[in-house]
């Protein structure tokens, strides 16, 4: 039989096809690698785990793993220590590592603490706390200890660092016994279902064919030879048009070119189809020119890079508090020349903002219109920085109120290209219009990992010429963020004849 991981638990209560695959069609996986977001969310975990564990006086780490482990945390508890990280136990095929367990001597068992770097409690699969720790009760007591009490720790999403980092203040402490207790008869249901259905010697179905393209997992190609790459599944937002969508599906009906209602369609759905059977782009002119007449003279092609992390690393920020670290910004005059200013924090110290915003507002006259792409993402990070930096708050007020989205343009279906697919990403308007300018060349091209990179340059044990290259890398990925936009516009304006 299988190790079943709390992993796998969960997984199992997301998707119990994508479970089997894994453990009978590994190779499946073994091609898809973790993205820099993801990474980073495991890593934020381990961080606060190892935080937490500061919350707890004399507590002990098992530090080894697998069946070591298990015989550590046997001889731990045998030996009579009461603060247990990690403890490890094998139980009837599951598996589990708990985060901290601590001995209530009054109540004669062990509180279990499940730590979760998220700012709330979650009860929906597969991140659902209750069953996660209704899980790690059902095997601890396989084992034959009792669990007095369940709770998770999770972050205060209130706390905002000032100084050191204080644990107290920082984690939140939920008792969830009554519920766990509760919610354990179904999940002792689910373990056993879990064997019988790993069991089987083959699976059938992929539910993933009712959903969109956001929804599936990396192994619906496998599961479904018959769809093609660019499917209907690829349509902008067709989970929410359920009855359109499974009635396409229940006919077989998968590829865009096979739609035999397109009446049916609105909005962006219907602009994606009809760009697709034109085979070309779909331009409203008209809308465009009102679009971009609503421009203010100097342009500021605008974009920030951001920072996250668990534990907040800076004073002033709190848990997954965006960081703006870095920004890039191409000035367009009525005439059409261009200069670029930059501004990246290299050394944070103090209040690591400060400089960031007086070099801005050197930077730029907001009487011109500052100009993003997502301008929610920039108009937040703006809101931070007013509240930080009350001072500058009209300053970023008045950026925040003249802002122009470019992302519209495409978003309201002004520009459809069929090569789209759906999206409004610059990542994918870019290469179509503009295709001389690319990300594919660049050491860095997402945003995660300009983020990843920044840690790593800001970190003191970085090698100086290591630094120098990671700083270089991410000015040219900023730039060429706001360099996109600067592009993007030349080329509407010509499209539009206006140039
Ligand atoms: S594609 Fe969807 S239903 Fe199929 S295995 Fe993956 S997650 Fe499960």
Redesign the pocket.
Known sequence: MFKITKTDYLDYT??K??LW?KKHKHELFDDVELSDFEKKIIEEGNLADAEAQNLFVDGVLVESVDNEAILDTKRLIDDGIETIFQGTFYEDDFFIRADIMNYNKSLGGWELYEVKASNDIKRKEPYHYVNDLAFQKTVIEKSGLKIVKSSVIHLNKEYRRGGEVDYRELFIFVDLSDEVVEQQVDVKKQMEEIKQYLGMDEEKG???LY?GRN??????KY??PEVPEYSVHDINRIGLSKKLFYDWIDRGIYSLDDIDNPEKLTGAKLAQYNAHKKGSAIIDRESIISELGKLVFPLYFFDYEGFVSAIPMFDGFGAYEQIPFQYSLHIMDEKGNIDHKEFLITDPKGDITLPLVKQMKEDIDPSGTVIAWYKTYEKQRNEKLAQLHPEYADFLNEINDKMYDLMHIFSKNYYVDPAFKGSSSIKKVLPVVVPDLSYSTMNISKGDQASERWEKMINKDTPKDEKEKIKKDLLDYCALDTMAMVRIYQRLLEIVKLK
């Open positions: 997301f998707c096809k994508n695959l992929c539910e993933c959903r929804a599936q997992c990396t192994t619906f599961s479904n």
